[in-house]
């Protein structure tokens, strides 16, 4: 595995705006109708992109990845039909935007070498933030009487936890490539 970098410069901070607002639809339309499990048929299914959050929060900043879980899950709610205001906007909105939020903070490619050990550090912050968000959510869901709080806990943890634990560090590499050969410049990440 080789080490990867990326250099970044005080120059356009509105690429990486942009590209989460683009990544916060994809992620949301991904989540609605790109889920081919259904662990609870309508109601929880596998989200095998839930890595996208923290790869954006990663790549162009802890903002950007912030607006990515955020408006992503957002998106999400309105297009599976599962919008409730005070959990969407509120609980779920801003713990999913954590787990972009949170990964952008800790690792940034012009000061991170993603060789083998950044890549299990990757994995075990994307385990701890999404557990916290997991907890979050189920004891809102649970609060509002939708979900026994362990009954979420279980199958919202089977459906965000695992996608983001593998996928964000088997994926920030290749991610970090196609970025930086679609703006070789560099950018200021946001």
Excluded: E
């Excluded at 590209?19 to 992620?27: D, G, Y």
């Excluded at 802890?62 to 205001?85: D, K």
């Excluded at 979420?152 to 965000?160: P, Q, R, T």
């Amino acid at each position: 595995m080789q080490p990867a970098t990326v250099s970044q410069t005080d120059g356009n901070t509105l690429f990486p705006i942009v590209l989460s607002i683009v990544a916060a639809a994809a992620t949301g339309v991904l989540w609605a109708y790109a889920n081919p499990i259904q662990l609870v048929p309508g109601v929880i299914q596998w989200r095998i992109f839930a890595f996208l959050p923290s790869v954006i929060g990663i790549l162009l900043g802890w903002r950007s990845g912030f607006i990515c879980g955020y408006l992503g899950t957002i998106v999400w709610s309105l297009l599976a039909g599962t919008f409730i205001p005070a959990h969407s906007l509120i609980v779920d909105g801003i713990m999913v935007g954590l787990t972009g939020l949170v990964p952008g903070m800790l690792f940034d490619p012009a000061k991170t070498i993603f060789n083998r050990p950044a890549l299990i550090k990757i994995a075990a912050v994307c385990l701890v933030v999404g557990l916290i968000m997991v907890a979050a959510v189920s004891a809102s869901l649970a609060y509002l009487g939708i979900f026994p709080f362990w009954w979420g806990f279980g199958y919202l943890g089977l459906s965000d936890i695992v996608p983001m634990v593998v996928g964000t560090p088997l994926l920030i590499i290749p991610a970090l490539k196609i970025l930086k050969s679609a703006h070789p410049a560099g950018f200021k990440r946001f």
